[in-house]
């Protein structure tokens, strides 16, 4: 099915002339038109990042992989990635205040802004929500809002979001946290992916400790032959709660574990998959939209750039023949319309590959909730002419002094565009840059990520712009004083 079939599908009396401008319709008012009911709905958005976490609690995965990310603070800074997601009508709640240069460079870039919302009690190890939920003045103006009609757009919907839209009165444009809970986890997955017979890689979905022993005993074979195979909690991301076995011994040592700990606890509960590594080229992420009437939406296709099972970035236009893309829209309306039949509606990303061979391999997880690579297509749309490619990236960073917009644009310079049409890094947001901040290690450093969108006419002219903003962030430039900034292997963001 092409992008124009899914068009019509989602509108089947439309025009060819309708059909054509559904499709140009901006990646926003496709949004609202889908979940608000009209293109230019007024929205609160919510940038609750790894809200996995949340889902995750009281299910029983893997002993001694979960727990508190040591990066908590940074990706809770995050939130901020929802300003440029955001529309002129719109408003975004944060944690803090962005930074003012910043603003003001955006809007010389022609961005047009939300209104910004921020928590008067804030703590960098909680998400924006559970911040805005314990801020009263907020609280009294988000009631305000939704006695406009004004409505609310989460990254994703956990109990937290729900009790926020009850202490506000915000009406949410997704679904409830039990059923967002239910289609994303890794179980599900598979067990949908059977039920639609869609190729995944092989594995098996595990319930009870017995299914785990079951599942380890045939994978332990297959290592023995040389496979790799990746044991991951049903509601695990950013590459936590995943364990990569190539030795039977360790899949031995885990089934043990598991065993003793529901014979002490008395609960044979389990929610994890086990799965054999595929034999990869290129890692890929898809969108489509599921809308409130069920209909479904093919967004695009990405190339998905991952370092361990960590999201780094996405390169625009992924490379697939145009064949594999429409396989991906057909398949998308496959799996939207099973899980609106779920009762899910929202936004929604699947994670796939390429294999060496060239073949798909079209789903290796569903992330039923916004995904890195929703908070880059408004910036996509205004800054990459046609014909040009893009690169969302994040680069990591260690600071011992905060980095302020001021100082990062001397140091990146005539890096950054001017206008939109002009190559260079858009700067997505600082929060995360300095989010470690409050927190030095011993040394007096902290750890920082700057994400933006990398956009240049060729290949070649791309790649010579990312190397320059590495070298420039790594080049030990002046942040303030003494502040000094060097590249440095961090934790990388949700899918």
Known sequence: MTVEQVAEAAAPDASPDAVTAAVREPFLARTKRAL???????????????????????????????GASATAALVNRMDELALLLAGPD??????????????????????GLPTVHVAESSDPLRTVTRDALDSPALLARLRDLAADGVRLLAHGTSTAEEDLATATGLRSVLVDAATTKAVNSKVYSRGLCDELGIEQARGWACRTVEDFERACAEAARLVADGATVGVKDAYGVSGKGILVVDDPRRLDQLVRMVTRRAARSGDDRLAVVVEVWADKATDLNYHFTVAQDGSVAFDFVKEAITEGGVHKGHRIPSRLPAVQVDALAELSARLGARLAADGFHGLVGVDALVRTDGSLLPVLEINARSNMSTYTVPLQERFQPEGWVALARQYPLVLDAPLPFAALHDVLGDLLPGAAGQAGLVVQGTGTVNAGASSPTPGGTFAGRLHGLLVAPDEDALTRLDRAVTERLAGRTTAGPTGRTTADPTEGDPR
């Not at 919510?46 to 949340?54: H, M, P, R, S, Y």
């Not at 003012?100 to 022609?110: C, M, Q």
């Open 90 to 111: 719109d408003h975004v709640v944060l944690k803090a205040e962005p930074d003012p240069d910043h603003l003001a460079h955006l809007d010389a870039l022609g961005v």
């Open 36 to 66: 608000a009911g009209a293109p230019d709905a007024p929205l609160v958005l919510l940038g609750n990042f790894e809200v996995e976490d949340a889902w995750a609690v009281g299910e029983v995965g893997l002993p001694s992989v979960g």
